[in-house]
């Protein structure tokens, strides 16, 4: 048996008897330049975090990116809470070198058994098919591409020849390169694939993730995510990036928010100040 | 000196020397029906985390409710991560009767020292003066709300009337009712205080957040902040809440989104499967 790409990546194994404490490896395969991807080592701490919940689905997952994370071997601490009857909470930590990198609080649920309202205010978002976007992919791409099928809407891609549209927006389609389906679990990394919303209206530089919340709402269904990243304001370098993502259904399977750091010029005289 | 009721309820005292774990008292008088609201208890595990913090203001605050917490002694254990230049991340949680009720993540930042770009997509949000709102107060109203000074705009307010505007937003102004100015520390109550959006568009019902991040762009200048609330997507019963906070000056100073879980009749017919 083969075993997917993003499934390796992410396999954790316990160090001691009570599941507290696994052991995995930051993939740099997985890398956006020196560093793994915050979307994927999101994913890698969840699979330690969900051996220990009561509760098959994320629901919510939250991490804090405190310090770099290298490739290479990591351990994940893994505590859980008292769960509840509709949703189990797990606090987890990435530790390289004794050092907490990342610290996760996530909260699971049973995706198939959500019975209240479903009131949706929005369609999903429209974008033409994959075969009419834009492939990101490339020698200059980030080695974390080489695992999606990514394709950005001409519009939203068109910073890659020089031409950003002014609008901080990146929408498109995204799956595994082999083929994997989508689920819960790698809607982690899904959230943060794709480029920055900032390449569109800010000089093109590292735009570090300080914070990332995903919100699971459904199991996908399919291969193909629909997904669309936009930000409203950028204040003082620091700006939120709210993803939504669709499947193939056309169901919304999750939203995200990131807080992150833009570099870049200052602010002009005469824009509102920063802080 | 008369201390301001939101400093009196939130204060922590240190219960050993190292200073990892503070008591504090979750004062009923800032509850909402039996439970103390939940941007007051963020507030409250913030005081006892940024003592800890090597910058002032809390930049992204993250609060995961695993378990109800009643009003009365509380125990807040701290854990600073090791800070960077810019930013400082603390860990903390809530503790009743030995039992996590709220797992905190925070990072701290400089406020006044943030020197990158800002861009804004959107101005304030257009809502009448305070005089031409709402006072949401009155006998029925959330001991909470005694607080503050919250006044609803005519439209989202109306379904204190039975008269829910059918969509789920929610705007107004909001102040603390002893004049104290708001700060960064105290926007993460602020980010919480306002009834749902649910209340717009299904029946009043209690509406449990599951998770709630606040991110600070700014210290607030004046009493004064402008608030609106919005949903987009409502699945199974779960959906966001995202908001965003202005101060007297038009300066976006926070956003706000949460997790919540409605209760209510379930979804017709019809409508797209909830999970």
Not at 27 to 35: H, Y
Not at 122 to 148: K, M, N
Not at 253 to 267: C, E, M, N, T, Y
């Amino acid at each position: 048996m083969t075993e997917w790409a993003f499934d390796a990546a992410v396999a954790v194994e316990p160090v001691d008897g009570d599941e507290r404490r696994w052991r995995g490896v930051a993939d740099a395969r997985w890398n956006v330049g020196p560093v793994p991807n915050g979307g994927y080592l999101m994913s890698l701490v969840v699979s330690a975090a969900r051996r220990a919940a009561a509760h098959a689905d994320p629901l919510a997952v939250t991490a804090y990116y405190a310090a770099r994370t290298e490739p290479g071997p990591v351990e994940i601490d893994v505590e859980p809470l008292q769960p509840g009857r509709r949703h189990s909470t797990v606090l987890a930590r990435l530790v390289q070198g004794d050092r907490t990198r990342i610290a996760v609080s996530a909260t699971f649920f049973d995706a198939g058994a959500a019975t209240g309202p479903t009131m949706l205010s929005e369609p999903p978002a429209e974008i033409p098919p994959p075969e009419a976007c834009v492939p990101a992919s490339g020698p200059l791409a980030p080695a974390l591409l080489a695992q999606f099928d990514l394709r950005l809407t001409p519009e939203t891609a068109a910073w890659a020849v020089g031409q950003p549209s002014g609008v901080p927006e990146i929408a498109g389609w995204a799956r595994f390169a082999d083929g994997r389906p989508a689920d819960t679990h790698s809607l982690c990394v899904f959230a943060d694939v794709f480029p920055p919303t900032t390449f569109n209206i800010l000089p093109i530089a590292w735009v570090p993730t300080l914070e990332l919340t995903v919100h699971v709402r459904a199991r996908p269904r399919g291969e193909w995510l629909r997904c669309r990243f936009r930000t409203r304001f950028v204040t003082g370098g620091y700006l939120e990036e709210d993803g939504e993502l669709w499947d193939e259904d056309g169901r919304l399977v999750a939203q995200s928010r990131q807080l992150a750091l833009a570099s870049g010029p200052p602010a002009p005289r005469g824009a509102p100040p920063a802080g």
